[in-house]
């Protein structure tokens, strides 16, 4: 059942809840201040509920006036979690203390996400899931199996030539962790989840991007699907495999790229919300104008992590919270030049293979000269030293092309990244 449809119900519930409590604790401090203040409060508390609730941040969709109140109590079990991974996905979901982490973002975040999980008191995962073999999906997952006993691993039947699978590889074999790769149909419990697998149904050497575990989750009336970097190729597929996917909760393939979340695709799952994960002036322009375009069109929420960083959803199965309200920004990301040329020489893989893509980068780059000239510079990061450099530093001559990577950035923002400045240098 769509939560979306009771969305008046519940508004009018959080008004009346609002309204309830501020009127409580009204009446407790205005008790102490004479019955007249407190017949004035009252009446002021009372004619501004849709103030009250427009300036709350928390988005509530009960599914009726009842159940809001239960949601409320703090009865929800079930949890996702997008990590702000910069450019890369990782999800963190929870169910009845039972967890599965889908992808673990890349390389520069990966720190982040084991210190994310310790920090919210986990200890174990029962599944980890990677999407596919991508750095900016799996390199965060290599730290998480060093840190957390890890029941069993969900990933494609496909091998890469890249260090950083053979990286995950190891670890993988290392870790003692169950190793299953899982085909379409195939259904996994997550406490009083169901994870049902969507694809991918074939495997493509060219295009590692559509070898993507897609996956629907189902907990209650609640449900979400989550694509990895499925691009339309498996989109297609699924869509004419006949699958159920009517969803609430819809992650954007591939970062919000033109080459997924087709007209079609969105057609079939209907989604009131979708989340993006993609970083703040990414190399690739995610997400794509076309993707913004089909989902402001549609009326459909949106949260992102490049202007808004983490989000989590609560749900007791009949009702959902969000932990922010949606963006209202359905721009397309932004990117310059010469961070593309740096990420596509990298090795980096995503996206840069499809010619499409590289379209929508040029786009993007060439809309992007208002930020060129607002203090950016192109600095080299070392992202195992995390100092950063001018570009002719002679440093950057001696560091080794897998911790080399050119940035285009103020040196402000590098410094709140964790960043330090070279000495030599002095960037
Ligand atoms: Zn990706
Ligand atoms: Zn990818």
Same mark, same amino acid.
């Given at each position: 059942?769509?939560?979306?449809? @009771?969305?008046?119900?519940?508004?009018?519930?959080?008004? /009346?809840?609002?309204?309830?409590?501020?009127?409580?604790?009204?009446?407790?401090?205005?008790?102490? #201040?004479? &019955?007249?203040? =407190?017949?004035?409060?009252?009446?002021?508390?009372?004619?501004?509920?849709?103030?009250?609730?427009?300036?709350?941040? %928390?988005?509530?969709?009960?599914?009726?006036?009842?159940?809001?109140?239960?949601?409320?109590?703090?009865?929800?079990?079930?949890?996702?979690?997008? /990590?702000?991974?910069?450019?890369?996905?990782?999800?963190?979901?929870?169910?009845?203390?039972?967890?599965?982490?889908?992808?673990?973002?890349?390389?520069?975040?990966?720190?982040?996400?084991?210190?994310?999980?310790?920090?919210?008191?986990? #200890?174990?995962?029962?599944?980890?899931?990677?999407?596919?073999?991508?750095?900016?999906?799996?390199?965060?997952?290599?730290?998480?199996?060093?840190?957390?006993?890890? &029941?069993?691993?969900?990933?494609?039947?496909?091998?890469?030539?890249?260090?950083?699978?053979?990286?995950? +590889?190891?670890?993988?074999?290392?870790?003692?962790?169950?190793?299953?790769?899982?085909?379409?149909?195939?259904?996994?419990?997550?406490? $009083?989840?169901?994870?049902?697998?969507?694809?991918?149904?074939?495997?493509?050497?060219?295009?590692?991007?559509?070898?993507?575990?897609?996956?629907?989750?189902?907990?209650?009336?609640?449900?979400?699907? %989550?694509? &990895? $970097?499925?691009?339309? #190729?498996? +989109?297609?597929?699924?869509?004419?495999?006949?699958?159920?996917?009517?969803?609430?909760?819809?992650?954007?393939?591939?970062?919000?790229?033109?080459?997924?979340?087709?007209?079609?695709?969105?057609?079939? @799952?209907?989604?009131?919300?979708?989340?993006?994960?993609?970083?703040?002036?990414?190399?690739?322009?995610?997400?794509?104008?076309?993707?913004?375009?089909?989902?402001?069109?549609?009326?459909?929420?949106?949260? =992102?992590?490049?202007?808004?960083?983490?989000?989590?959803?609560?749900?007791?199965?009949?009702?959902?919270?969000?932990?922010?309200?949606?963006?209202?920004?359905?721009?397309?990301?932004?990117?310059?030049?010469?961070?593309?040329?740096?990420?596509?020489?990298?090795?980096?893989?995503?996206?840069?293979?499809?010619?499409?893509?590289?379209?929508?980068?040029?786009?993007?780059?060439?809309?992007?000269?208002?930020?060129?000239?607002?203090?950016?510079? $192109?600095?080299?990061?070392?992202?195992?030293?995390?100092?950063?450099?001018?570009? $002719?530093?002679?440093?950057?001559?001696?560091?080794?092309?897998?911790?080399?990577?050119?940035?285009?950035?103020?040196?402000? #923002?590098?410094?709140?990244?964790?960043?330090?400045?070279?000495?030599?240098?002095?960037?």
């Amino acid at each position: 059942m769509k939560i979306r449809n @009771m969305i008046l119900c519940g508004l009018i519930s959080i008004c /009346l809840v609002t309204c309830g409590v501020f009127w409580l604790s009204r009446r407790t401090s205005s008790t102490e #201040e004479g &019955g007249g203040a =407190r017949q004035e409060e009252v009446q002021e508390s009372q004619q501004n509920p849709v103030r009250e609730s427009s300036q709350n941040s %928390i988005q509530t969709l009960p599914s009726d006036t009842d159940k809001k109140i239960e949601a409320d109590t703090g009865n929800a079990s079930f949890s996702i979690t997008m /990590l702000d991974v910069g450019q890369g996905l990782s999800l963190l979901i929870q169910v009845d203390g039972h967890t599965m982490l889908y992808d673990g973002g890349g390389r520069e975040t990966s720190s982040y996400v084991v210190a994310y999980l310790k920090n919210h008191g986990f #200890e174990s995962l029962d599944y980890m899931i990677a999407s596919h073999y991508d750095e900016d999906h799996i390199a965060g997952l290599i730290g998480c199996l060093r840190s957390f006993p890890t &029941g069993t691993v969900l990933c494609p039947d496909y091998e890469t030539d890249t260090d950083i699978y053979a990286s995950f +590889e190891k670890r993988l074999t290392a870790s003692g962790a169950g190793i299953n790769h899982p085909s379409p149909g195939d259904t996994y419990s997550l406490g $009083d989840a169901l994870i049902t697998i969507l694809g991918p149904s074939s495997f493509s050497a060219q295009a590692d991007n559509n070898n993507s575990i897609v996956l629907r989750i189902d907990y209650g009336e609640f449900s979400c699907l %989550i694509s &990895g $970097d499925a691009e339309r #190729e498996e +989109e297609n597929e699924i869509l004419k495999s006949g699958a159920d996917f009517d969803v609430d909760l819809y992650v954007a393939g591939h970062h919000g790229s033109q080459s997924s979340s087709t007209q079609d695709f969105l057609d079939a @799952m209907t989604p009131d919300t979708v989340w993006i994960s993609c970083g703040e002036g990414n190399a690739y322009g995610h997400p794509a104008a076309s993707t913004m375009e089909s989902l402001q069109e549609r009326n459909i929420d949106i949260y =992102r992590t490049d202007l808004q960083g983490e989000v989590t959803l609560t749900s007791d199965g009949r009702t959902c919270t969000y932990s922010k309200s949606p963006s209202t920004d359905y721009s397309a990301g932004t990117t310059s030049q010469s961070t593309r040329q740096a990420e596509d020489s990298s090795g980096n893989r995503t996206g840069s293979s499809n010619p499409a893509e590289n379209t929508e980068k040029e786009k993007a780059g060439s809309s992007n000269q208002a930020e060129d000239s607002s203090g950016e510079l $192109d600095y080299i990061v070392n992202i195992s030293s995390l100092k950063f450099h001018l570009p $002719d530093c002679p440093a950057v001559d001696k560091m080794s092309d897998s911790n080399k990577k050119t940035v285009h950035s103020t040196r402000d #923002e590098l410094i709140a990244q964790g960043y330090s400045p070279c000495g030599y240098c002095n960037p």
